[in-house]
């Protein structure tokens, strides 16, 4: 099992309190019993992200394109998405592929045009899926008109739009960096122009100056571009980095921790560039401007946080006025498959987020894939199976990443000058980068680039296991984890209890067996989902009165196990990872 440096540097820089400090107090019914039935479209949705220089490649140069998400909208519906997640494809110098943003209010050129991208919300709606845009709002590309403006002088009336600064002497005449601070890709997060004498601040790559959104200007230009996608028909964003908008005004030097992080950086304590509270007037204001679009339109959130309080306050607290869906990293990042942990986690968003809609997430761009995270290299498919069970049959929205559906693995460079992410160039050999989360889609095994190119070039090489992990092989195969999760996510649509039940935890201390049912309004089935998550065998009888229900009968409604197929109770055999779902039989 290997996790980016990197990875590891988001998760500990953004969750610098201990996760395993918080556990939730169990209440008396440990679940919430009758939930509010809501028909809000992303309560109940599976939103897919698309990395769209790896999805599919329309033209043949080797990168995907907007067109090539348009070509495969049928995969996504059959596979019962409802909403897709574009990562940024505006125009950039694609440094960071996309993440430093150019001009808010076009397509990259690499991507296609606007007409494609217009074609693109067209067909999707006619598939009943939504097009979801990621906001980059921390920080632009420094090719962006308002940064070339911004660094031309000190005067020029953009220069208070990035968060410029003096440095301090230095030794031989040459300034210093204003203080400690560090960018999250390593070395200082400051920046000299010698033209203008200042430092300018950045979280990300030095190509990634920092916006200044203490500055009105700024909010009325990013949510202007905002506005512009709206306006053709986006149902909501996800937004980029979004903790980190702000940086303390006084800008004193972070707290040092000890140690040095993967990039030799000294580990520090970000408390005065992340999650500030200012940033939270923001989120209200960008709700309410977003509220007055018609289709409950959403904001999601990146938000690495330490725990389910802080969680909270992206949703609003009591007044649920800021984000719709701040992405819980705390649930699907664990990286340990414990079920103390997961059921605990579960139970705090499910009673500590003032009743606001939860969204998990085990995979995206910027990490290790959960098939390596979770995997212990012998039961990976079955550990996938369970995770996926998992995030298909809580309450939650459900949040995944391209390629997670057929177990496509990370498949990291193992030579620096195969290396795309500059991160891996700057890291190596201690942090390779997220190329290996990132690779083309795998959709046959007809040719090399496994038809996600006709180049026989592609952006990244296609990881070897495309011969057998692809969507053409798992569609044929009853049994494949494509098919499993087409499974898990029409049950999520069809079934009343797992589309709108309350969710109560069973044999809660079991530390070996999540166990849980999704409860049901009278008449309707309740559901029983049972993960076993060790390498042994595991024996349960799960009491279903502690949810107030007397039946017992069982029939089973989908499991891996064929020794699982004929349950008729809930006193069972889990063989080792075993997911097992089960219908109660009405009296
Ligand atoms: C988070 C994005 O997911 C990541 O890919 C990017 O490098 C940083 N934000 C900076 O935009």
């Known amino acids: 099992m290997r996790f980016t440096a990197l990875s590891i540097l988001i998760l500990a820089t953004c969750m610098t309190a201990d996760l395993t400090a918080q556990t939730a107090s169990i209440p008396s019914i440990p679940g919430n019993l009758h939930p509010p039935i809501d028909s809000t479209w992303w309560k109940h949705a599976v939103v897919y992200e698309i990395y769209p220089r790896s999805f599919q490649d329309s033209n043949g140069d080797g990168i995907g394109d907007l067109n090539g998400i348009t070509q495969r909208l049928d995969y996504l519906q059959a596979l ?3 909403a897709i997640w574009i990562a940024p494809m505006f125009p950039s110098p694609q440094v960071d592929f996309g993440y430093d943003v150019s001009n808010y209010e076009a397509i990259d050129p690499k991507y296609g045009t606007l007409a494609d991208f217009d074609r693109l919300v067209a067909e999707a709606q006619k598939r009943s899926i939504r097009v979801l845009l990621d906001m980059v709002l921390n920080h632009t590309s420094d090719k962006h008109p308002w940064f070339v403006e911004s660094a031309s002088s000190r005067t020029n009336p953009k220069r208070n739009w990035y968060v410029w600064k003096d440095g301090k002497p230095g030794p031989d005449g040459k300034p210093l960096p ?22 300018y601040y950045h979280k990300f790559y030095k190509q990634q100056p920092d916006l200044n959104w203490r500055n009105p200007a700024v909010e009325k230009a990013v949510f202007g571009s905002m506005q512009f996608w709206l306006d053709r028909g986006v149902a909501g964003f996800r937004l980029d ?9 006084r800008m004193r030097d972070e707290p040092a921790e000890g140690g040095t992080n993967a990039q030799g950086d000294p580990k520090l304590k970000d408390i005065y560039t992340n999650n500030l509270p200012e940033v939270h007037d923001v989120i209200r204001r960008m709700r309410a401007m977003v509220t007055k679009y018609p289709g409950d339109r959403v904001l999601i959130g990146e938000t690495y946080l330490p725990n389910t309080a802080e969680l909270d306050k992206w949703y609003g607290g009591a007044k649920r006025d800021e984000l719709q869906l701040p992405m819980d990293m705390i649930i699907g990042f664990s990286n340990k498959l414990d079920a103390d942990t997961f059921r605990n986690r579960i139970l705090e968003v499910e009673t500590q987020v003032h009743g606001s809609q939860p969204l998990i997430v085990f995979d995206n761009h910027d990490n290790v894939r959960s098939w390596d995270r979770y995997g212990d290299g012998v039961h990976n498919e079955a550990i996938a199976k369970l995770i996926a069970a998992m995030l298909f049959t809580t309450r939650s929205t459900a ?63 296609l990881p070897p296991n495309y011969k057998t992990v692809n969507v053409e092989t798992e569609l044929a195969d009853p049994n494949s984890l494509l098919n499993w999760h087409k499974q898990l996510i029409s049950m999520r649509r069809k079934r009343d209890s797992i589309r709108d039940g309350g969710i109560v935890m069973l044999d809660i201390t079991n530390s070996n067996v ?27 009888a799960l009491d279903l009165t502690t949810a107030g ?11 891996n196990e064929p020794s699982l197929q004929g349950a008729t109770s809930t006193s069972i055999t889990l063989p080792p990872f075993a997911t097992w779902i089960g219908e109660v039989q009405l009296p």
């Open 514 to 540: 999540l166990s849980y049912v999704r409860t049901a309004p009278p008449g309707h089935h309740n559901i029983v989902i049972a993960l076993n998550m060790t390498a042994q065998p595991q024996s349960i």
């Open 549 to 559: 229900i007397k039946e017992k009968l069982m029939r089973t409604l989908l499991t």
């Open 399 to 461: 949040l995944m990443y391209y390629g997670e559906e057929l177990g496509m693995a990370t498949t990291t460079p193992t030579r620096v000058e195969d290396v795309k992410d500059p991160i891996g160039i700057t890291g190596w050999p201690k942090e390779k980068g997220r190329d290996g989360e990132r690779t083309p889609m795998q959709w046959d095994a007809s040719n090399p680039q496994a038809s996600f190119s006709s180049n026989t070039s592609t952006w990244l090489p």
């Open 80 to 82: 019962g998405v409802d």
């Open 241 to 249: 980095a979004v903790p980190t908008l702000f940086e303390d005004p």
């Open 178 to 199: 204003p203080n400690n601070w560090v960018s999250l890709f390593g070395g200082s997060a400051w920046e000299y122009m010698p033209q203008t004498k200042q430092f």
